[in-house]
């Protein structure tokens, strides 16, 4: 089984910045790629950014960004921690929402939901102007 938990939400000001963790445990596997997404009231789950988390090397892309958020989020990951972050910066209203991560035993990143097999339980994000 795996357990992804997510930390890091938070209440911040319009302008403000935010890194959420991921920590992954449990039967992860060797060859994994991890993601970040996040879904608003009323709003479909949308993918902002994935990472390849696997041991050794990816014949594909290793990252992979929504265009919405190229240049302002930023994935990264510690693998001794088994963790992965996203750095928001420059946060908006319109980034408010209930971020989550997810994990799949697969190289290629990817921002479909429906592609990850787990997920976390989500860390709240609200922005205030």
């Known amino acids: 089984q795996v357990q992804l938990v997510e930390s890091g939400g938070g209440s911040v000001q319009t302008g403000g910045s935010l890194r959420l963790s991921c920590a992954a445990s449990?039967?992860?596997?060797?060859?994994?790629?991890m993601a970040w997404f996040r879904q608003a009231p009323g709003k479909e789950r949308e993918g902002l950014a994935a990472?390849?988390?696997?041991?050794?090397?990816?014949?594909?892309?290793?990252?992979l960004y929504a265009a919405s958020v190229q240049g302002r989020f930023a994935i990264s990951q510690d693998s001794a921690k088994n963790t992965v972050y996203l750095q928001i910066n420059n946060l908006q209203p319109e980034d408010a929402a209930m971020y989550y991560c997810?994990?799949?035993?697969?190289?290629?990143?990817?921002?479909?939901?429906?592609?990850?097999?787990?997920w976390g339980q989500g860390t709240q994000v609200t922005v205030s102007s």
């Open positions: 990472i390849y988390t696997g041991a050794g090397t990816t014949t594909y892309v290793d990252t």
């Open positions: 997810a994990l799949r035993r697969d190289e290629r990143p990817s921002l479909a939901h429906g592609d990850y097999t787990y």
């Open positions: 449990g039967n992860t596997g060797s060859v994994t790629s």
